[in-house]
């Protein structure tokens, strides 16, 4: 078998081999890009479903957890999983204090606040008045 022979059979040998290594290569990164994909909202808060209607307040489940404990400069995200609006409001139902409010919040959409300054901070839902949490700045 002549020299050049050698050479052009290793050639059909490797060269496939590189190119399926390339391509499981882009494989695993097309796999990583749908681990990003998968990433959801995930909510500190929730807004569990049923809540538009008055009852989540007596067993304190209007947001879960009603109370949020964190650190100076740390933010809690909000998530509405009810099928129906709600707010995140600072404050009381009939004394908002303005200092934060989601506006109207879709089925699904969530809502992050940076507190940066420790205190007890009431919210309310603007739509129900039996909502009301607590997030407590250490
Ligand atoms: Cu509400």
């Known amino acids: ?33 749908n681990d990003e994909l998968k990433l959801i909202v995930k909510g500190d ?12 307040e007596e067993v304190d489940r209007c947001y879960i957890p009603p109370l949020i404990v964190i650190e100076s400069g740390e933010q809690v995200t909000w998530i509405n999983e009810d099928s129906a609006f709600h707010s995140v409001t600072s404050g009381f139902y009939n004394m908002p204090s303005d200092l934060f409010d989601s506006g109207y919040l879709d089925p ?18 603007t ?7 607590q997030v407590i700045v250490e």
């Open 127 to 133: 739509l129900h008045p039996w909502m009301n949490g």
């Open 45 to 56: 808060v929730i807004m569990p479903s049923k809540v538009s209607r008055p009852g989540c």
């Open 1 to 33: 078998m002549g020299f050049i022979k050698k050479i052009t059979i290793l050639g059909t040998i490797v060269i496939p081999i590189l190119i399926i290594m390339s391509l499981s290569t882009f494989d695993y990164s097309s796999e990583e890009n």
């Open 108 to 125: 699904s959409e969530s809502f992050t606040f940076t507190f940066n300054y420790s205190g007890t901070y009431d919210y309310f839902c």
